[in-house]
């Protein structure tokens, strides 16, 4: 399957793309995100406030190494590693159900550009100051009874967005 060494992960060419993860508070969901993040090399990951940090056996459960493989980052809060991560020239979206966000499938993303995704905690979401931060919210269009995702599952479809207009040709 030609997988990569985590040397050869980490000196690899990276998705142009930070997840931060807003005060998260399953160890699974973590896991899952740094999964996810391995699979399409994402830049890093920004853990935030209450969110926890390798090395850590839940998240190693379901991040299968991946917590190894992509780099990351420890923030006090969100709205610290957003003021960062924006000094840096990094235009960040929120994912978030607000007014005025872009569904998911109009996201316009510019080759060259570096961007940002905020994935907030499984019961309050994105807090409303990073909300109030951001350059932008992005949203996934839902159609059944219930008006959210698994914040892990969310960050799957969004980082795979990311990738397939940067990246898959």
Request: aromatic fraction near 8%; proline fraction near 2%.
């Amino acid at each position: 399957m030609k997988r990569l060494s985590i040397e050869e992960f980490r000196e690899s060419e990276k998705l142009p793309l930070t997840v931060v993860l807003d005060d998260v508070r399953s160890l699974y969901n973590v896991g899952s995100v740094f999964r996810s993040c391995d699979a399409f090399r994402v830049e890093r990951v920004c853990l935030c406030g209450i969110t926890a940090t390798p090395p850590n056996a839940e998240i190693h459960k379901t991040a299968l190494g991946g917590e190894d493989s992509v780099a990351w980052t420890y923030y006090k809060d969100a709205a610290e590693a957003v003021s960062e991560l924006q000094s840096e020239g990094v235009f960040v979206y929120s994912v978030e159900q607000v007014e005025h966000s872009t569904k998911l499938q109009n996201l316009s993303a510019d080759t060259g550009r570096r961007y940002a995704v905020v994935f907030g905690n499984e019961v309050k979401g994105v807090s409303q100051r990073v909300v109030d931060m951001s350059d932008g919210c992005l949203e996934i269009p839902q159609f059944g009874t219930k008006h959210s995702l698994n914040v892990s599952v969310t960050a799957g479809i969004v980082v795979w967005e990311f990738a397939r207009r940067l990246i898959v040709k």
